[in-house]
């Protein structure tokens, strides 16, 4: 076992005595740095005046110290919203109070995966974080039905939508502004609908933004991944419809553009047997091991068929699954955890762009010209031969980016003062530059 998994498991012999969980699984144990000999983790806790914080601290420490290997540990204490308002999401404002964001998506519909993103923020919600939904199906919307909200949002002076308020969570969705009637909309329209919920949504203080990401991997999906840094995405998929192929296309896109996939629930694993409770597989035997294997990615969790999830999401049933799944999704969160590491801060020196990463040994210089010419894009590259159609003597000396921009987890786009736009220029290719 690693260090850090092993520190979690230590961490997670802590209990909370209200919320009669463990911490690690609650969600309080963030921003875990281990440095050598030392740990240091923030101890996120939902209410501030909790009265046994030094004792959660006192005892993380006691518990960290007698690890082998061990010497150091620091523990800061912060609840919820005592957190300065962070900067990592960019220029978009809506976002700048949201802590992180988890896109739940599946390859193709009918897997019930609104209703999994709307179980999970419903029992995140009930531990005490602010929760906010977006339901990006434009084709589709459910969350209004989910949640029985069928008004129209309204918009603020800034002409941002503000989300409505349901039992304490935030949701925006495409049928709060056309209705719930699928939008009959052509791609590149869609697309730009997506961002525009995305970056104009104002959210306020939120400790988790649950994206319910359209089904599929198309441009959309792209687009949702290139304008939001996700913390992670939630794989939900059904043996039924199960093909290996399109869960791992879903994944491969997530880990091309640099998303932890944060697991698997597997939705309508098994049918309860409604006298003596028995697990009847629904859809034959499952294969969802199988992706395990194959991917290295974790399942979280089997959901039974149900079709009382959707009637209402108050009744209490599974709630021990549900719960259990979020505990998965907390550990998954924490386990992975490293956007911060992927940003990273790009500035411009005389006739090179600087790229450095937090903790980076080293910064990435790279001169305007040679990253310009990197450009893989249709205009600089034959598609088919892969032969480049510029060289580097057509590019101009005073060559020049007018503006930069940071695409989700993995890659630059750059307007240059030639006047091309149409390239990206992927972290992990500016760095084969050098
Ligand atoms: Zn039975
Ligand atoms: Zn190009």
Redesign the pocket.
């Known amino acids: 076992m690693d260090l850090k998994n092993l520190i979690l498991n230590e961490l997670a012999k802590i209990v909370d005595p209200d919320l009669k969980k463990d911490i690690v699984s609650l969600g309080f144990v963030k921003d875990m740095l281990i440095d050598g000999r030392s740990v240091s983790f923030i101890l996120e806790l939902t209410t501030k005046n909790c009265p046994i914080k030094d004792k959660f601290k006192k005892d993380a420490e006691d518990l960290l110290l007698a690890i082998d290997g061990i010497d150091e540990v620091h523990v800061s204490l912060s609840a919820g919203s005592s957190h300065q308002v962070s900067s990592k999401y960019g220029g978009i404002r809506g976002l700048s109070g949201v802590k992180k964001i988890i896109a739940v998506s599946s390859c193709k519909g009918g897997v019930g995966k609104s209703t999994v993103a709307a179980l999970l923020a419903k029992e995140i919600s009930s531990r005490g974080f602010k929760v906010g939904i977006v339901d990006l199906d434009i084709f589709g919307p459910s969350l209004p039905t989910l949640f029985r909200k069928h008004e129209r949002v309204s918009l603020s002076e800034n002409r941002e939508f503000i989300p409505h308020d349901v039992d304490g969570i935030k949701l925006m969705s495409f049928g709060f502004l056309v209705g719930d009637a699928p939008a009959v909309v052509r791609g590149p329209i869609a697309t730009n609908y997506t961002k525009q919920l995305l970056t104009q949504t104002f959210w306020g203080e939120l400790d988790y933004l649950i994206i319910d990401a359209p089904p599929g991997t198309g441009d959309i999906q792209l687009t949702m991944t290139q304008t939001v840094p996700l913390d992670g995405a939630l794989v939900v998929t059904t043996s039924q419809i199960l093909s290996l192929n399109d869960v791992i296309r879903g994944i491969k896109m997530f880990e091309k553009v640099n998303v932890p996939i944060l697991g698997i629930i597997e939705n309508m694993a098994y049918q309860l047997c409604c006298s003596c409770s028995a697990k009847n597989e629904t859809f034959g035997q499952s294969n969802i091991e199988k992706i395990e294997d194959l991917c290295g990615v974790n399942v979280l969790a089997q959901w039974p068929l149900e079709k009382e999830w959707t009637k209402s999401l108050d009744l209490a049933i599974h709630k021990g699954l549900i719960s259990s799944s979020v505990d998965s999704l907390m550990i998954s969160l924490e386990k992975y955890k490293k956007r911060d590491s992927l940003i990273p801060r790009v500035s411009i020196e005389n006739n090179a762009v600087i790229l450095k990463w937090e903790g980076g040994e080293k910064d990435w210089k790279v001169t305007h010209r040679d990253l ?1 010419f990197s ?7 034959d598609e088919l031969t892969g032969q480049n159609k ?1 060289v580097l003597s057509d590019i101009s000396e005073d060559i020049f980016p007018k503006k930069i921009d940071i695409l989700g987890n993995y890659a630059l786009a750059i307007q240059w003062n030639d006047g ?1 736009s ?2 990206i220029y992927p972290y992990k290719r500016i760095q084969e530059i050098l």
């Open positions: 310009r450009c893989k894009c249709a205009h600089c590259v510029i091309h149409s390239g």
